[in-house]
């Protein structure tokens, strides 16, 4: 076991049952504590710290096998109830107002751990950003609550949430919040058990600050921000298994033939691509490279898991990358005139699109990715339905009945293509009807 685990287990071995056990260590026991950062010593935070963990360690047997929920005062907010927004799933709330990364390390095996989660959602470090903790201090603290998840349970889905914009009036700037970001997804690039969500992007305004809408002190969020958070965590808990695992019942309608049963991925696979030329720069999205036609007939998922049928959805899970940028692709070709239609659900900021014949139509979080940035019916992490008329060549696309493209070329014949790049993206109900000519 890594050192830091070692003595962070250490830290919590005095008995449950003992409520100073559970109390903050005092400012000359700090210096012997894992973490960077001084420990927050104003009142509220140290009442909360000290009542609410002697309560919650006696509610450990309950709270087995929940999907925890682990932050500051913006995670305290959910309330117990969780606002109602998670019908179904188990939940368990472990925030603390006020609370920082280092605090939120050394209560972590204690609040989180002893529960044996199913997922943990994760949000932290506006607090650290506000009382000046160093931005590579923060991203270590970080790491170690990565590195003891990861020790706790290397197969159990963490999902990682940008710090929301706030203001540099309240001693948040943005360009700290974006750093602090940036440390917290390459701490987890390339790891599959962390997905992270770009709950930024979801709240920033033009500026980069966050919406005064749904902040009215332009740091917590009122119902209508929690809300808006609960629909950007719900695709994910559906791909993770833990809500909308009813099978769909929809039926194509007359003339119409389903390009996906909702079971498996009959019909679909990888098509070979040709080899990129250079070296890639930097930072540059993975263009994952296919050296042979992959059917997946029979299969759930695509070989690299990055494809999956859900209960009825075509999920493009999120990248362990950051971007992955690859297709599935229909093993038939369509030379005929043809409707397409179906429905997509992005998560914030998601990155996709649909390829006819072989021309892409981007198919994103369309008012945060763009580049469809004026849609009026448009519904963010909701489903909205895509309807593509291809006649003599040239394809007509609408959202939801707006027109995203009125007249996009397209080749004579060619596959249809579902591509993923960024975040996650659901299809579901495709089908298809020729035209006759």
Not at 12 to 34: I, N, Q, R, V, W
Not at 407 to 429: F, H, N, S, W
Request: hydrophobic share 40%.
């Amino acid at each position: 076991m890594r050192p830091f685990l070692a003595l962070l287990l250490s830290v919590f071995s005095l008995s449950a049952a003992d409520p100073a056990s559970f109390a903050l260590p005092a400012p000359s026991a700090e210096g012997t504590l894992p973490g960077e950062g001084a420990l927050r010593r104003y009142d509220g935070y140290v009442k909360r710290w000290n009542t609410i963990r002697p309560q919650w360690a006696t509610e450990v047997a309950k709270d087995q096998g929940s999907v925890v929920f682990f932050g500051d005062s913006i995670t305290q907010g959910w309330g117990t109830d969780f606002r109602k927004a998670f019908e179904g799933m188990k939940l368990a709330n472990r925030g603390i107002g006020g609370d920082t990364t280092r605090g939120m390390l050394l209560r972590l095996q204690e609040d989180v751990l002893s529960l044996h989660p199913k997922a943990v959602v994760l949000l932290m470090g506006t607090n650290d950003i506000e009382v000046e903790v160093p931005v590579d201090a923060i991203g270590r603290n970080f790491q170690k609550i990565v590195a003891a998840l990861k020790a706790h349970d290397p197969k159990m889905p963490v999902i990682v949430c940008r710090i929301f914009p706030s203001s540099a009036a309240k001693k948040r700037p943005k360009e700290t919040i974006l750093a602090v970001n940036e440390l917290f997804a390459a701490a987890v690039k390339g790891d599959p058990q962390f997905t992270v969500l770009d709950t930024y992007a979801l709240f920033a305004d033009a500026a980069g600050d966050a919406l005064p809408s749904l902040f009215p002190d332009l740091l917590h969020l009122n119902a209508a921000g929690y809300a808006k958070w609960a629909s950007a965590l719900r695709p994910i808990f559906a791909t993770l298994g833990h809500l909308d695992t009813a099978a769909d019942d929809f039926t194509p309608e007359d003339g119409f033939v389903s390009l996906f049963n909702g079971k498996d991925l009959a019909g679909w696979g990888y098509r070979t691509t040709p080899a990129r030329k250079g070296v890639p720069k930097p930072g540059a999205p993975l263009f994952v490279e296919i050296k042979a036609d992959q059917p997946f007939d029979g299969r759930s998922e695509s070989a690299d898991g990055r494809y999956r049928a859900v209960n009825g959805r075509l999920v493009v899970t999120t990248p362990a990358e950051g971007r992955r940028i690859q297709a599935l692709w229909t093993t038939r070709e369509f030379p005929e005139d043809f409707e397409l239609r179906l429905e997509f659900r992005a998560t914030p900021n998601a990155d996709s699109g649909v390829y006819l014949r072989k021309p892409q139509l981007q198919c994103r979080d369309f008012l945060v990715a763009g580049p469809y940035k004026e849609l009026k019916r448009y519904k963010p992490q909701d489903w909205n339905e895509l309807v593509v008329v291809v006649k003599g060549g040239v394809a007509r696309a609408t959202c939801n009945g707006e027109v995203l493209e009125e007249a996009m070329k397209v080749p004579e014949t060619g596959p249809i293509g579902l591509e993923g790049d960024r975040g996650q993206m659901e299809y579901r109900r495709l089908r298809i009807k020729t035209l006759a000519r």
